[in-house]
């Protein structure tokens, strides 16, 4: 079987997961500064701020933004249910956007019809590793007087004209589960631009405690913390960030090898005319998280099918981007949604293998029983 995914995690990584362990310190400790530090520099952000996944990291995000009861924020039904999950803790109204077909990526345009006096924030995601228009976000936000965080769990090592996503904006969200590109097993971090929220994020994701486990180890003198504020239990552990450490040092590798393999993809289909392959514009730079291709109405084969005959060759595929509004937990509130483009997305993609390292036959396998089940179906003739 090919797997649709799986992190590249070597050797290093086991040892420095060993020595971290051997140290002493496994939880939230001088490795997650590290860590912090160093995405902090790669991206371009003035701070980082490392967590236990990209739900809590898009949940701080959305308190430490002031965002709350009685307030909506508008973000893509398409996209993985966290992201419309972290407006309801909080207690505001998740407004479901909808996407432009060829980015799968939030449509400027229609948001700023969806803006209402409500409005507080706009939560834009880079979805699969694609970045997101961030400038013309940024306008409207300017315009209207909102919060732009952005939900960049898939696009650690993306880029937006010219510059790493992560230090555009106030608030970016990352994550490290094994679905992504670089993997601490699970985990999150937050870059930000604004000291002030620098000094509280770390404030909540520790319980609001006013001195860090490491300061009291480290004091020379009897200290006693205060909890502040009502705070969370969003740590990171130091395990997690000496893998984290060593995977960051091999980021630009590892997306330069997924962008190898979307380019082949890319080359064996570009001459069928029923496939919408990836678009990536000029001055963005996609990571390829994912790998997705949408089928046109005159594709020979329906999603559904293509899937099955390639799993039943060995190969995983996965569906479309889901749509969060179609999913039991909000269909009730989104049931008068509206989003054409988002449900034909969904219903007419597929995601292929890709992964580092993806072996040349392997490759090579996915794409010539891909075109054989696309090309035996198309030359089938009909029942009359």
């Not at 009291?216 to 504020?229: G, L, M, Q, T, W």
């Not at 190898?260 to 998280?289: C, D």
């Amino acid at each position: 079987m090919i797997p649709i995914a799986k992190p590249y995690l070597t050797e290093e990584e086991a040892q420095a997961a060993y020595d971290t362990i051997l140290s002493g310190w496994i939880t939230q400790g001088p490795k997650v500064q590290e860590f912090e530090e160093k995405f902090a520099a790669y991206t371009g952000a003035k701070y980082a701020v490392a967590v236990s996944n990209c739900t809590t990291a898009l949940h701080l995000a959305m308190v430490v933004a002031g965002i709350g009861p009685g307030d909506e924020v508008i973000c893509p039904s398409m996209s993985y249910i966290a992201t419309a999950n972290a407006i309801k803790y909080v207690g505001a109204t998740p407004v479901f956007a909808e996407v432009q077909k060829e980015t799968y990526n939030l449509d400027p345009v229609d948001v700023e019809k969806r803006i209402t006096i409500k409005t507080k924030a706009i939560l834009l995601v880079h979805q699969i590793g694609m970045p997101a228009d961030i400038d013309a976000f940024k306008v409207l936000c300017s315009k209207y007087d909102l919060k732009l965080i952005e939900d960049a769990a898939c696009a650690a090592g993306s880029a937006y004209k010219g510059k790493k996503v992560g230090s555009h904006s106030e608030l970016v969200c990352f994550s490290f589960h094994p679905r992504k590109v670089i993997s601490t097993g699970d985990g999150g971090m937050i870059t930000t631009s604004r000291e002030d929220y620098y000094n509280r994020l770390r404030l909540l994701r520790q319980h609001g405690m006013s001195i860090n486990d490491r300061v009291r180890h480290e004091a020379k003198k009897i200290v006693f913390e205060d909890h502040v504020e009502v705070g969370y239990n969003y740590r990171m552990t130091d395990i997690q960030a000496a893998v984290g450490i060593k995977q960051l040092e091999k980021l630009d590798w590892i997306v330069n090898e997924r962008r190898k393999i979307a380019a082949v993809y890319n080359e064996a289909f570009r001459h069928l005319s029923f496939l919408q392959l990836p678009l990536e514009k000029e001055g963005y730079l996609s990571n390829y998280q994912s790998y997705s291709i949408y089928l046109k109405k005159s594709c020979p084969i329906d999603r559904n099918s293509l899937m099955q005959k390639l799993l039943d060759k060995g190969i995983a595929s996965r569906r479309g981007i889901m749509t969060s509004h179609r999913e039991s937990a909000y269909k009730q509130e989104a049931k008068n949604v509206s989003l054409p483009v988002s449900e034909d997305l969904q219903d007419n993609s597929i995601i292929l293998p890709l992964y580092v390292p993806l072996q040349k036959k392997e490759l090579e396998f996915i794409i010539d029983t891909f075109l054989s089940i696309v090309k035996n179906k198309h030359q089938e003739v009909p029942a009359f």
